[in-house]
Nanobody, 127 residues
Framework: QVQLVESGGGLVQSGGSLRLSCAASGRTFSTYLMGWFRQAPGKEREFVAAISWIGGTTYYADSVKGRFTISRDNAKNMLYLQMNSLKPEDTAVYYC????????????????????WGQGTQVTVSS
């Protein structure tokens, strides 16, 4: 079993920044591809960013490119999402995930492509 615990969410004004963290336990963190997803009220869960363990290649949804940065620290079993220039439309519950594979086209199947989910952390961006 793998446990993922997110933290760092909160209320921030438009244009502000937040840094989300995801702590992993139960299995060697470095063996997983990792990603962030989010789900806004009344909407489907959507892909935000992912990072590979070979070469550290990163992938981003078009909606967050240039504003968000995903990173990982294998020594600390931590995954991060730095969010800058936040917009009200970024408001959602953010989930970290252990991925079975990276989808270069960002079209993830939430069942077959994700092995484990965190419980989520709320991010609210006010106007």
């Amino acid at each position: 079993q793998v446990q993922l615990v997110e933290s760092g969410g909160g209320l921030v004004q438009s244009g502000g920044s937040l840094r989300l963290s995801c702590a992993a336990s139960g299995r060697t963190f470095s063996t997983y591809l990792m990603g962030w997803f989010r789900q806004a009220p009344g909407k489907e869960r959507e892909f935000v960013a992912a990072i590979s363990w070979i070469g550290g290649t990163t992938y981003y949804a078009d909606s967050v490119k240039g504003r968000f940065t995903i990173s990982r620290d294998n020594a600390k079993n931590m995954l991060y999402l730095q969010m800058n220039s936040l917009k009200p439309e970024d408001t959602a519950v953010y989930y970290c995930a252990a991925l079975r594979r990276i989808r270069a086209n960002n079209n993830y199947d939430m069942e077959s492509d994700v092995d484990y989910w965190g419980q989520g952390t709320q991010v609210t961006v006010s106007s």
